[in-house]
Each structure stands twice: as C-alpha cells, then as structure tokens.
Nanobody, 135 residues
Framework: QVQLVESGGGLVQPGGSLRLSCAAS????????IGWFRRAPGKEREGVSC????????YYADSVKGRFTISRDNTKNTVYLQMGSLRPEDTGLYYC????????????????????????????WGQGTQVTVSS
C-alpha cells in the first residue's frame, strides 16, 4: 500500500517561498505519477502540479506556472514542490497524491496534465500540509 507523508507547509508572507516535500513508500512499480493538489477555503480541491516517473512529463496549473517547480529525488522517494512568489490566493491545504502504473505502456497512456485534471486519477493520498500566505 502506497503511503505518502507531506511536510514543509507553514505561514509565509506574500512574495515568500516554501518547499513542500512528499515522502512516498510502498510503491510496487517503477512507473507512477505524483500530484500536488490544494484545497483553498471555500473552493474545491484542484490540481496544482503533477509529475510522471519520466520527469520530462510535468504539468502546472496556469495559476502557479512560472512560480512553482515540481521535482523528484528518486534516491529518497521524495517529490518536492518549490513554491515562490507566493500570493494570498495560494493559501490552502496541500495534498500529495500518487498513482501507479503496471507497465511503461500504461504509464504513457495518460499525461501529467490529464492526471492533474481530476483527483480521481490518484488512488493514494497524504494527509495534507497547510500553507498560509498572509502578511
């Protein structure tokens, strides 16, 4: 069973930076996708950024493009979300999610963008880490 543990959230002033970490364990396949989602107050959960096990396939929501960077450290089974130029509207509970693929062919069927479009793409979820951007 895949387990995900997020860390790195906190309170930051507008314009500041934070780095979220998602430590993953329990993968049974080398082919997977990791997504960062967030739920802002009063809004539905949305996909912020996703990455496939082939790191060249990444996706960013328009609202964070150019400010956030997703990356992966395979040696630590950890995915990071570097967040910069933070805005009050970035406030929310940030979740890490994972989905495994049985074969490389299956992994290629769905792009990171397509997976980020729906949280139904990810069967495994962490507990979330709170990010608050406020002066």
């Amino acid at each position: 069973q895949v387990q995900l543990v997020e860390s790195g959230g906190g309170l930051v002033q507008p314009g500041g930076s934070l780095r979220l970490s998602c430590a993953a364990s329990g993968f049974t396949s080398n082919y997977y996708a990791i997504g960062w989602f967030r739920r802002a107050p009063g809004k539905e959960r949305e996909g912020v950024s996703c990455i496939k096990s082939s790191s060249s396939d990444t996706y960013y929501a328009d609202s964070v493009k150019g400010r956030f960077t997703i990356s992966r450290d395979n040696t630590k089974n950890t995915v990071y979300l570097q967040m910069g130029s933070l805005r009050p509207e970035d406030t929310g509970l940030y979740y890490c999610a994972a989905s495994q693929f049985s074969t490389p062919f299956e992994a290629r069927l769905t792009s990171a963008q397509e997976m980020c479009a729906s949280d139904l793409s990810f069967p495994s979820w962490g507990q979330g880490t709170q990010v608050t951007v406020s002066s």
